[in-house]
């Protein structure tokens, strides 16, 4: 199955960072046969109260030279650290997907002395496995992700705020609600509301403009975050521009892709996972011989990180395979539906990277959301296919594309 990886890449222009992906199976113990027939309803990520900030801890500090040396076997990424980054953990309040207030953490990245007010990035990570909690952004770890990827994009002058998601850092006892679009966003959206009231208490000298990067799980938690902001938080915190990237944003028509697929697919444990995640937020209560069939109904029950086959056919139980197919299962449908973050009109300017050749998350995915948008009326979103790209060679072209996108606004 897919593990998180960090690319690497060479080349000259302007920012290697990335993000990862990475995949992972999950699943959910459930008893009770499936027998609703109305549409399921997840109570509702509510916004918390205003004041979201907890506590902040200090990390360190790193000069330019520490920060490229993290990078060095990137070449010539190191020379665009110019400032030192002071990284700092925060604690914050959100909602978890049954609305109950729960702290969670992040880190914020400040560039050091930097002469005017700078923007802020919204960074969303990619897909972290249960037992890759440290790569999570507030350890900050030589084996995170985000030495490679947000120091050298906070050190180039921008405040990077960079939530661990539910089920990470200070809230790793609760089940990351993997491809959950709500929690997702909202988690996101109220790390980066404690990120701007952290900058005020310590004077740190940001202006109004925002933008949201992503990619794989962190791309469909950009589009996301991207919906709920111009929704809820149009006034306080204006989207700039977003970049997502390859990242899940029609799932209903994801999930009949998986069902209705012949070949072999990589990627079938993450999707056990979204299951789960499915099952559990929207209560749809099925036992595991549902979806699955043997032996693997029983492996996963037992182990949900266990092994998978290739074959959808293989995999997944026939009843649960046609119910997708046919729209016949509402409770089913409407999670899936629910988590559709395709179809919306956005006011601000949004890229949407994707490979053609992804295999992983198939490149229908931001041909769709591009088109939706388009039909809506929405003038300033653009669609960038990177040109037999898969989902890792991708990484990237996307990572400079992006940046390159957000420095023109």
């Known amino acids: 199955m897919l593990k998180s990886f960090v690319s690497r890449f060479s080349g000259p222009g302007l920012l290697l960072w990335l993000l990862v992906l990475g995949g992972a199976p999950g699943c959910k113990s459930n008893s009770p046969e499936p027998g609703a027939t109305t549409a399921p309803t997840a109570p509702p990520v509510a916004p918390p109260p205003a004041a979201m900030l907890v506590g902040s801890s200090l990390i360190g500090e790193y000069t330019p030279a520490q920060l490229a040396a993290r990078v060095s076997d990137i070449p010539l990424v190191g020379a665009l650290a110019r400032n030192s980054v002071r990284v700092y953990r ?113 004077k740190v000298s940001v202006n109004q403009k925002n933008f949201l990067l992503g990619y794989s799980e962190g791309g469909y938690a950009t589009m996301a975050l991207h919906r709920l902001l111009e929704e809820k938080y149009a006034t306080e915190l204006p989207v700039t521009a977003s970049a997502p990237g390859a990242g899940a944003y029609h799932k209903s028509a ?110 229908f995915n931001s041909e769709d959301a591009y088109r939706a948008m388009r039909a809506r009326g929405a003038t300033q979103v653009e669609l960038r296919p990177i040109q037999g790209g898969t989902h890792f060679t991708s990484a990237a072209p996307y990572t400079l594309s992006a940046y390159a996108f957000i420095s023109q606004f």
Request: aromatic residues 14%.
């Open 90 to 202: 925060l604690i914050y309040t959100t909602r978890n997907t049954d609305g109950q207030t729960i702290t969670a953490s992040g880190a914020v990245l400040v560039p050091v002395g930097a002469a005017a007010a700078v923007p802020v990035i919204s960074y969303q990570h990619g897909t972290l496995q249960p037992d890759e909690e440290t790569r999570a952004p507030s350890y900050y770890s030589s084996s995170s992700e985000i030495w490679s990827a947000v120091s050298v994009l906070a050190a180039t002058g921008y405040v990077v705020s960079a939530p661990d998601y539910i089920g990470y850092g200070a809230s790793k006892s609760l089940p990351h609600p993997y491809e959950h679009a709500a929690s997702l966003a909202s988690a996101s959206a109220d790390m980066l509301r404690a990120a701007r009231e952290f900058c005020a208490r310590e």
């Open 254 to 363: 994801f999930a009949k892709y998986i069902m209705g697929s012949t070949q072999p697919l990589n990627f079938l444990s993450t999707y056990v996972w979204v299951l789960r995640t499915y099952d559990r937020v929207y209560q749809l209560n099925r036992p595991f011989n549902y979806y699955y069939q043997e032996p693997y109904a029983t492996g996963l029950q037992a182990d949900p990180f266990s092994a998978v086959p290739r074959q959808a056919a293989e995999l997944f139980a026939p009843g649960f395979r046609q119910a997708v197919l046919t729209d016949s299962d509402a409770p089913l449908t409407a999670s899936l539906r629910a988590n559709d973050v395709y179809d919306w009109l956005p006011r601000a300017p949004v890229a949407l990277f994707h490979g053609t050749a992804d295999d992983y998350v198939p490149y």
